[in-house]
């Protein structure tokens, strides 16, 4: 069996412990771009309500008021969404270098590592959490174009 020298250990122990939180980095930045994507479309709708006059023809100006007060709901549930899915990703990142110093220092940084994480899995949940109120104002508002009788 072969002995390595005992930081070459360390770096490879470091690198097994933050493959997890590396992975669920991963997952939310998929989530992030899911989410700014629907921001952006719910910003061009706003625009095309207020900005094209056949919307507003079709519609009606009481109708777009009302459909403007929806999408602005929906656009704040979105950007807590994305800001609670931002700092998510941020505490994993200190997690990830919580564990690199803790290998390389020899430091006991085990409740700072599980302080950042839960911190990052709260905030994670109240991101999906958001997301979720503002995926289901969607589907109960359902904008419709209809011409006028």
Same mark, same amino acid.
Not at 9 to 18: G, H, P, S
Not at 77 to 100: G, H, N, P, Q
Not at 125 to 148: D, K
């Given at each position: 069996?072969?002995?390595l %020298?005992e930081y070459? /250990?360390?770096v490879?122990?470091a =690198?097994? &412990?933050?493959?997890?939180p590396?992975?669920?980095l991963?997952?939310?930045a998929?989530?992030?771009?899911? $989410? /700014? ?6 910003v061009d709708?706003? @625009?095309?309500?207020?900005?094209? %006059? ?5 519609v009606? %100006? ?5 459909? &403007?007060?929806?999408l602005?709901?929906?656009r !704040?549930f /979105?950007?807590?969404?994305i /800001?609670?899915c ?6 994993l ?5 919580? &564990?690199f =110093?803790e290998? $390389? ?9 599980? =302080?950042?994480?839960t ?13 979720? @109120?503002?995926? !289901? ?10 011409? %006028?009788?």
């Amino acid at each position: 069996m072969v002995l390595l %020298p005992e930081y070459l /250990t360390d770096v490879t122990r470091a =690198i097994q &412990l933050a493959l997890a939180p590396v992975f669920l980095l991963t997952g939310i930045a998929g989530l992030l771009n899911v $989410m /700014t994507n629907r921001l952006s479309r719910i910003v061009d709708r706003g @625009r095309a309500l207020t900005e094209k %006059p056949e919307i507003a023809a079709l519609v009606g %100006p009481d109708s777009i008021a009302t459909q &403007l007060r929806v999408l602005e709901r929906r656009r !704040h549930f /979105t950007s807590v969404a994305i /800001t609670a899915c931002s700092v998510a990703a941020l505490l994993l990142c200190l997690v990830v270098a919580t &564990l690199f =110093i803790e290998a $390389m220092l020899d430091a006991r940084l085990h409740w700072v590592v599980a =302080i950042l994480f839960t911190g990052s899995t709260l905030t994670l949940v109240v991101g999906l959490a958001y997301f979720l @109120r503002e995926v !289901h104002l969607a589907t109960q508002s359902r904008i419709r174009f209809t011409a %006028p009788n």
